[in-house]
T-cell receptor, first 116, second 117 residues
Framework: DTEVTQTPKHLVMGMTNKKSLKCEQH?????MYWYKQKAKKPPELMFV???????INESVPSRFSPECPNSSLLNLHLHALQPEDSALYLC???????????????FGNGTRLTVT | AQSVAQPEDQVNVAEGNPLTVKCTYS??????LFWYVQYPNRGLQFLLK??????LVKGSYGFEAEFNKSQTSFHLKKPSALVSDSALYFC???????????????FGQGTTLQVKP
C-alpha cells in the first residue's frame, strides 16, 4: 500500500463547481508535488512545494489552485474546470530537495477526475 | 536539453522468459535515473534507482536495471517474467539543469509490458 494517501478516489464535477483534492503523507518528506496524467501517458508536473513554499508552477491555469497547509498536507483547489481537465491527478512526495538528488518520488494512487 | 526515451510502446513476453524494457537518456552531468511501474487505476510505484558506480542495480519484485554509460542506457530487466508483471513502465531522469535539484522528473513515454501465460 502507498504511503501517500489521496482523497477522494473518484470525483465527478460540473464546470461551475468548486471542489478540492487532498493529499497526505507521514514520511517526513519536505517536497510535495501535483501531477496530471492522461490515460497511458507519462505524468505531467503541475506544481512543486518545498518546505511548504511553492517552488515550481508549470504554467498551470489559474482554475487549479494549490495549497500546502503544513508539511504533511497538500491540497488542490479546483474551480471552473473544463472537460479536457478530466484526468488522473497524482500527488507525490520526496525528501528534502537539497542534497537528495537521487531520492525517489513516492506517489499516491490518485484521484480520477471527470469534468462534465 | 535533458531527455529520456523508451523506444518500445509495448513489449510482449511469455511467462518464465526473461524480459527487458529499454530506456536511453540524454543529460548533462551525472544521471539520476529511476524506474517506476503503474498498474491499472493505481499511482506510480518506485522500482529502483541508479546508484553511482553500480552498473547493475537491484530493485523491488525481482527487477534489476543495467546502467551503460557509453550507450547512455538504463534498461530494466527481470530473469523470469510473471503474468502479474503486466503493467505500464516508466523510466525517468531527474532534471538537474539550471538551478540544480528542483525535484522535477523527466519521464519517458512509457512501455506497456504484456506477459502471457
Amino acid at each position: 500500500d502507498t504511503e501517500v494517501t489521496q482523497t477522494p478516489k473518484h470525483l465527478v464535477m460540473g464546470m461551475t463547481n468548486k471542489k478540492s483534492l487532498k493529499c497526505e503523507q507521514h514520511m517526513g518528506h519536505r517536497a510535495m508535488y501535483w501531477y496530471k496524467q492522461k490515460a497511458k501517458k507519462p505524468p505531467e508536473l503541475m506544481f512543486v512545494y518545498s518546505y511548504e513554499k511553492l517552488s515550481i508552477n508549470e504554467s498551470v491555469p489559474s482554475r487549479f489552485s494549490p495549497e500546502c497547509p503544513n508539511s504533511s498536507l497538500l491540497n488542490l483547489h479546483l474551480h471552473a474546470l473544463q472537460p479536457e481537465d478530466s484526468a488522473l491527478y497524482l500527488c507525490a512526495s520526496s525528501q528534502d530537495l537539497r542534497g537528495f538528488s537521487n531520492s525517489p518520488l513516492h506517489f499516491g494512487n490518485g484521484t480520477r477526475l471527470t469534468v462534465t | 536539453a535533458q531527455s529520456v526515451a523508451q523506444p518500445e510502446d509495448q513489449v510482449n513476453v511469455a511467462e518464465g522468459n526473461p524480459l527487458t524494457v529499454k530506456c536511453t537518456y540524454s543529460v548533462s552531468g551525472n544521471p539520476y535515473l529511476f524506474w517506476y511501474v503503474q498498474y491499472p487505476n493505481r499511482g506510480l510505484q518506485f522500482l529502483l534507482k541508479y546508484i553511482t558506480g553500480d552498473n547493475l542495480v537491484k530493485g523491488s519484485y525481482g527487477f534489476e536495471a543495467e546502467f551503460n554509460k557509453s550507450q547512455t542506457s538504463f534498461h530494466l530487466k527481470k530473469p523470469s517474467a510473471l503474468v502479474s508483471d503486466s503493467a505500464l513502465y516508466f523510466c525517468a531522469v531527474r532534471d538537474m539543469e539550471g538551478s540544480g535539484n528542483t525535484g522535477k522528473l523527466i519521464f519517458g513515454q512509457g512501455t506497456t509490458l504484456q506477459v502471457k501465460p
